[in-house]
């Protein structure tokens, strides 16, 4: 006797397969957005799934700050190579080089707000449909209320008030010229289901998620990787620590865990005890309570 | 939370429904904090966020208002999904707003939920929302509803005040097609019952909140009788190694499928055998709902998206004419005779309203055949004619192959769910 029950994760998976489908069905130029980064990383797994023995119909789109750590970039380089996958890359150095955006100044300056000008104009030069994007509902007030096929208009804004209602697994994916989507297909996955799911099926992951050696300094209670894109307050001094990133971003805003978790089971236990969320040392969700949705209708991803 | 438990749980997706009076979002904030599921963070921000309004203790409905209108007006504008989990399972909350404009909201969170909560205020009994909420939770095939009356600690956990309220649910219930019934006493500001088992209700001798969650029976909410599988997107890889490979994607909507079973592909009615089944890089000897799988077949036969693969002897209906019943979810009410694009399973169509048969009043589910105005928030019973035929089965045997949404050709917005009767 057969047990015909899914686990959670298989369930989650389905979905995801089927929204990744319906993507590549509805859209004439979708891109998935890549930033090395685990959830991106998962959304490249699953849309491997959803189109094997065809190679995944879509490129992927980095927007990249300038800002990164050099193991994304390689991990980035080596799956793109070893998957025949198509790569493009929007360049926030060239959008500031070109005067379209203006760099912040300061000890907090970030590039990640600019990220939304880069991104806008990528998918504009590249004539995108359809940006896939690995954001999940659990990680942020905001993000809960965000649909699968979220609607952005001429100007890539979003506005949550008057977001299509979202039913069964039925995705409404029609718009004006000019307009596009995103699309979210792990909207449904906790950071726990990640972390399972990717042990589970041996996903390689950038090296930096893993406890390493690396130069750190302090500032306001977080830690954050010493480079030359951070400018040092004259109290913060740098030293040499065990970390790990939970979240891969700019290295400007993503800071680094205490963590001798050098396995995937570690990390697994690591998380499961650990008693903030992932964004928790983000220091771009730390600007107000309302950042990421602020962020979001500008066309933040 | 050990690796091993973690692979074996699976997943139960609830809707709740109940203003914002009635306890809601101290019911959820309590199922979230209770079960562990709230990080230092965020229960700093909302120690924050209740210092800054004022009111004194930490209010936990504030961990899951989540836009800035909603924080401001303290309501609950737009569907919320939280996630928690226990040893057991893990669970998707579609959070909706209890408010009759926002009906909309509750159609959306129930659709893909396998389980409704409803709230009762226990001081006041049974409201015409409460009505209202079950009838939604019934008309969307919500298996399981789950009514738990809360506020016991404000009438003294009194067992007559919890009997009396499920008598009259029950009463309004029988008018309703639900399997599967449930009563809680509860107080989601005290914790009696809901994580917890209450010491103040020895009356009580059924399961908390969360047992019920934890262990109620979802394996048979799925179909798995009638092979039905819409085909998504059509593989062909055109490499050197699988030259000749065309496989049919899609998420299996209903039934089991096997190698070498007979089929049958709709509309054009050609039978064939499967030849093969993936499930990623994997090849299996079956699938089943609601599994996304690649399929060939041992002929080759003209198959595009919008087509249903099925059992030769066990169709679904087909036909141009559907009677639906409609949850309008649109400013823009209605168009007698009006056209719209429509989207069901895997295909589109368009259709044209050729009648409205009757609206529903939902607060006392009588039928007006004299309005006819369908609006927002409403739910009429209509009559489509479809461009080309629907493959479809009736929503009650399958929620799948059974709904179905209308597009407005205009403004490309959603306006209507529509459920097959």
Same mark, same amino acid.
């Given at each position: 006797m057969h047990s015909y029950r899914l686990t959670h994760l298989k369930e989650l998976e389905s979905e995801s397969i089927h929204i990744l489908r319906e993507v590549a069905s509805q859209f004439d130029r979708p891109a998935l957005l890549f930033s090395g980064g685990k959830d991106s990383i998962l959304c490249f797994h699953l849309a491997r799934k959803a189109f094997f023995p065809a190679k995944v119909p879509f490129p992927l789109l980095h927007v990249d700050t300038g800002h990164n750590f050099s193991e994304t970039i390689e991990f980035r380089d080596r799956l793109v190579k070893e998957h025949g996958a198509t790569l493009l890359v929007g360049s926030v150095q060239k959008s500031i080089d070109e005067g379209k955006v203006q760099e912040e100044t300061g000890y907090y300056a970030s590039r990640n707000k600019l990220q939304i000008n880069t991104l806008l104009e990528a998918i504009e030069t590249n004539k995108i449909?359809?940006?896939?994007?690995?954001?999940?509902?659990?990680?942020?007030?905001?993000?809960?209320?965000?649909?699968?096929?979220?609607?952005?208009?001429?100007?890539?804004?979003?506005?949550?008030?008057?977001?299509?209602?979202?039913?069964?697994? *039925?995705?409404?994916?029609?718009?004006r010229p000019g307009e596009h989507f995103r699309a979210f297909p792990i909207s449904n996955w906790t950071e726990m289901d990640v972390w399972q799911y990717i042990l589970l099926e041996q996903i390689p992951i950038p090296s930096i998620y893993f406890s390493h050696e690396r130069e750190v300094f302090l500032r306001d209670g977080v830690l954050y990787a010493n480079s030359p894109f951070?400018?040092?307050?004259?109290?913060?001094?740098?030293?040499?620590?065990?970390?790990?990133?939970?979240? $891969?971003?700019?290295?400007?805003?993503?800071?680094?865990?205490?963590?001798?978790?050098?396995t995937l089971e570690e990390i697994i236990e690591e998380v499961a005890s650990t008693r903030t969320t992932e964004r928790g040392s983000r220091m771009d969700d730390k600007r107000s309570e309302a950042a990421m949705e602020d962020r979001k209708k500008e066309g933040y991803f | 939370m050990s690796t091993n438990g973690y692979l074996d749980m699976d997943l139960l997706r609830f809707t709740t429904a109940g203003s914002v009076d009635d306890g809601k979002s101290t019911l959820i904030g309590r199922l979230l904090y209770d079960s562990r599921s709230i990080f230092d963070d965020q229960m700093e921000a909302v120690e924050q966020a209740s210092s800054k309004r004022g009111n004194g203790e930490v209010d936990l409905s504030l961990l899951t208002d989540g836009l800035r209108a909603e924080r401001e007006q303290g309501i609950t504008i737009d569907v919320a999904y939280r996630y928690f989990a226990t040893p057991k399972r893990k669970f998707i909350i579609a959070d909706t707003p209890g408010h009759i404009q926002y009906t909309r909201n509750m159609v959306t969170g129930a659709s893909t939920a396998n389980l409704a909560i $409803? *709230?009762?205020?226990?001081?006041?009994?049974?409201?015409?929302?409460?009505?209202?909420?079950?009838?939604?939770?019934?008309?969307?095939g919500i298996p399981h509803i789950v009514f738990c009356i809360n506020k016991m600690d404000l009438v003294d956990y009194d067992e007559a005040v919890f009997k009396n309220i499920q008598q009259q649910l029950e009463d309004f219930s029988s008018k309703l097609e639900v399997r599967d019934l449930n009563f809680i006493p509860i107080s989601a *500001?005290?914790?009696?019952?809901?994580?917890?088992?209450?010491?103040?209700?020895?009356?009580?001798?059924?399961?908390? *909140?969360?047992?019920?969650?934890?262990?109620?029976?979802?394996?048979?909410?799925?179909?798995?009788?009638?092979?039905?599988?819409?085909?998504?997107?059509?593989?062909?890889?055109?490499?050197?190694?699988?030259?000749?490979?065309?496989?049919?994607?899609?998420? $299996?909507?209903?039934?089991?499928?096997?190698?070498g079973d007979a089929v049958q592909v709709l509309p054009s009615g050609f039978q064939s055998t499967i030849k093969s089944i993936h499930l990623g890089e994997r090849e299996v000897q079956e699938a089943f709902a609601p599994q996304s799988v690649v399929m060939t077949l041992n002929d080759e036969i003209d198959i595009s998206r919008g087509d249903m693969i099925v059992s030769?002897?066990?169709?679904?209906?087909?036909?141009?004419?559907?009677?639906?019943?409609?949850?309008?979810?649109?400013?823009?009410?209605?168009?007698?005779?009006?056209?719209?694009?429509?989207?069901?399973?895997?295909?589109?169509?368009?259709?044209?309203?050729?009648?409205?048969?009757?609206?529903?009043?939902?607060?006392?589910?009588?039928?007006?055949?004299?309005?006819k105005q369908v609006g927002m928030n409403d739910i009429g019973r209509v009559l489509l004619r479809t461009t080309v035929p629907l493959h479809f089965d009736n929503y009650a045997r399958n929620r799948n192959t059974g709904s179905l949404i209308l597009v407005d050709e205009a403004t490309n917005e959603t306006v209507a769910a529509g459920m097959i009767v």
């Open positions: 449909d359809c940006a896939i994007g690995g954001a999940r509902r659990d990680e942020e007030k905001a993000r809960a209320k965000e649909r699968v096929f979220s609607h952005r208009d001429e100007f890539g804004q979003w506005d949550p008030k008057n977001q299509r209602p979202e039913l069964w697994n *039925l995705y409404n994916g029609r718009k951070m400018r040092l307050k004259p109290d913060e001094k740098p030293f040499m620590k065990r970390v790990r990133f939970r979240t $891969i971003g700019d290295m400007s805003c993503t800071g680094a865990v205490d963590s001798p978790a050098a | $409803i *709230l009762v205020d226990a001081r006041k009994g049974i409201q015409e929302q409460t009505n209202r909420h079950a009838f939604i939770a019934s008309l969307l *500001l005290k914790g009696d019952n809901v994580v917890n088992r209450s010491s103040r209700m020895d009356w009580y001798q059924g399961s908390t *909140l969360m047992y019920l969650l934890e262990n109620i029976h979802i394996a048979g909410d799925r179909n798995h009788i009638d092979r039905r599988f819409p085909v998504q997107h059509v593989i062909r890889p055109m490499t050197d190694e699988w030259h000749d490979f065309r496989g049919f994607a899609g998420q $299996i909507a209903g039934g089991i499928f096997r190698t030769p002897n066990n169709l679904p209906k087909s036909s141009q004419d559907i009677d639906v019943m409609l949850c309008w979810l649109n400013e823009r009410p209605l168009q007698p005779n009006g056209k719209y694009a429509l989207k069901h399973t895997s295909r589109d169509a368009r259709c044209m309203v050729k009648e409205v048969t009757y609206k529903m009043d939902i607060n006392t589910l009588r039928k007006l055949d004299e309005d």
